[in-house]
């Protein structure tokens, strides 16, 4: 089902019109819809597909980099994925009406705070077409409808996964207003929806750092801060070898495009002579390009030199910068200076170094001898995400269900009046 052309404002407010009746729909309701969802998605993989092949086609010819390539791109397993992604997130208990406290005033009145849906949520992203499924799931199931800004990248792919999308909620005898676009009025409709305070209720943005910053700083509409992954793992002075290099790999190598993607490796001065030469072939030998200090290339000489700008460089490509520490308090001090607080690793042995880590580092997901790649909220059990919040407010790391809730306290008197 497509949305007839009015203007962006106008396709806000009936979103917010729908919110009413989303908002009251029943668990099983809910999960209906999702099925529907998820089963219209499989069955229409050919045609999403073919709009996809359309979109990574005008992408190459403008020079869209292969970082974004590789997040426009949607194949049947993709598209498989994608359902699969619905229909795990409907399987998720419902948010919507958790209670979260509940006391009796000394004059009788019940007091119980629940979860509710936030209303519209919003959402402004680039290259994405997977968060146009995921966070349209994510927020049907928690009561929302929302307004999407996918951009002219995925144009093709998003208009086909909305219409889908809209035609499963009608068959479901659900309001398919709840899910509205505003990507055909290009940046006007972006520019819009972060103008749209007391209408949209939350806007979450995904992609570039420039892209979050231009919607933090212009948006009137309360915003839920994403943010770049410049991605850290320290190898400590005691990390087997087995661990650093194979999770080194697999955190740079496994999608490289991606914000959970290791950037930068510290490595303590202890075990340079011990990890590098062999973490770094592994490296070259996954097609990734090491960007090492001086002591780094000394160990590895098929390193090209660091700059100072790669430390703070957020690659999203097979390129990793690579560093050697004095100890562990130097490599704290890098990690304050040049961390977006996304996710940063230890590997160690050293159950004194690995608990230091995990507390000391300001960061929304914090690991010891695990692969960084597990910040996601798929992996997390939240069958998808809305993003990985980098901010402290409302929501920190992966961004499941229960961040697109708010809350409201119920009270039930009987006749008391205060004092």
Wanted: charged share 25%; aromatic share 2%.
């Amino acid at each position: 089902m497509t949305i007839t052309a009015v203007a962006p404002r106008e396709r806000m407010l009936r979103a917010k019109d729908a919110a009413r009746t989303v908002g009251l729909l029943s668990d099983e309701r809910k999960r209906d819809a999702l099925d529907t969802i998820s089963a219209a998605i499989e069955a229409a993989s050919d045609r999403i597909v073919a709009a996809n092949a359309l979109d990574l086609e005008r992408g190459r010819a403008g020079g869209l980099s292969e970082a974004l390539q590789d997040r426009l791109r949607l194949d049947p397993v993709r598209v498989l994925a994608l359902a699969s992604a619905v229909r795990e997130i409907a399987l998720l208990p419902d948010p919507v009406g958790r209670v979260l406290d509940e006391r009796t005033l000394a004059n009788g009145v019940r007091l119980t705070k629940v979860a509710v849906p936030f209303g519209v949520v919003g959402s402004i992203y680039e290259a994405r077409p997977n968060v146009t499924v995921d966070i349209t799931a994510l927020a049907l199931r928690s009561g929302n409808t929302v307004v999407l800004r996918g951009g002219s990248a995925a144009e093709e792919t998003n208009r086909e996964l909305i219409a889908v999308m809209r035609d499963a909620l009608a068959e479901q005898g659900i309001d398919p207003d709840a899910i509205q676009t505003v990507d055909d009025f290009g940046r006007d409709g972006a520019r819009e929806l972060m103008r749209a305070r007391g209408i949209v209720d939350v806007l979450v943005p995904r992609g570039s750092a420039q892209l979050i910053e231009t919607v933090v700083t212009e948006s009137s509409v309360p915003v839920i801060e994403t943010g770049a992954g410049v991605v850290h793992i320290v190898l400590d002075a005691t990390a087997p070898l087995e661990w650093a290099r194979d999770i080194v790999v697999n955190a740079k190598a496994q999608r490289p495009s991606v914000c959970n993607a290791v950037e930068t490796v510290l490595v303590h001065r202890d075990a340079a002579q011990r990890l590098i030469p062999t973490v770094a072939a592994a490296l070259s030998d996954a097609g990734v390009t090491v960007h090492g200090d001086d002591a780094v290339r000394a160990l590895a000489p098929a390193a090209v030199p660091a700059t100072e700008d790669d430390w703070a460089e957020e690659y999203l490509s097979l390129d990793i910068a690579m560093r050697v520490v004095d100890d562990l308090d130097d490599a704290l001090a890098h990690i304050r200076r040049y961390s977006t607080h996304h996710t940063e690793s230890i590997i160690t042995e050293d159950a004194a170094n690995a608990e230091r880590f995990l507390a000391e580092v300001d960061s929304a997901v914090v690991m010891a001898n695990a692969s960084t790649r597990f910040t996601d909220g798929g992996e997390f059990g939240f069958g998808a995400e809305v993003g990985i919040s980098t901010q402290k407010l409302h929501a920190r790391g992966p961004m499941g269900l229960a961040e697109l809730t708010s809350t409201k306290w119920l009270a039930r008197g009987s006749g008391q009046v205060r004092a």
